[in-house]
Nanobody, 122 residues
Framework: QVQLVESGGGLVQAGGSLRLSCAAS????????MAWYRQTPGKQRYLVAR???????SYADSVKGRFTISRDNAKNTVDLQMNSLKPEDTAVYYC????????????????WGQGTQVTVSS
């Protein structure tokens, strides 16, 4: 059983900052990548930032230079530091992990957190 638990959402004024955190726990052998997605009502969930093991982080164009993703491999956590927030950043933010459950297989599984609301007021 794998669980992703997010924290850190809330209400902030435009130009402000928030930090989201996500912790993965359970029967995890290894994590290939951890990422943050966001979703607004009636729209698809889309990728905001991703960090892969051994790779460089990647960001959606809309958040480059404002958001920073960081990961602690030892703790299986990933944070998203969000600066210079804009009203259009308002969304539910979801943590995602692509991981392996055992050493005997290359199967990779995708897990999601429950989501955390970020609201940026103008």
């Amino acid at each position: 059983q794998v669980q992703l638990v997010e924290s850190g959402g809330g209400l902030v004024q435009a130009g402000g900052s928030l930090r989201l955190s996500c912790a993965a726990s359970g029967n995890i052998f290894s994590i290939n990548s951890m990422a943050w997605y966001r979703q607004t009502p009636g729209k698809q969930r889309y990728l905001v930032a991703r960090t892969t093991t051994g790779g460089s982080p990647s960001y959606a164009d809309s958040v480059k230079g404002r958001f920073t993703i960081s990961r602690d491999n030892a703790k299986n956590t990933v944070d998203l530091q969000m600066n210079s927030l804009k009203p259009e950043d308002t969304a539910v933010y979801y943590c995602n992990a692509l991981l392996r459950l055992s050493p005997g297989t290359d199967n990779v599984y995708s897990y999601w957190g429950q989501g955390t609301q970020v609201t940026v007021s103008s």
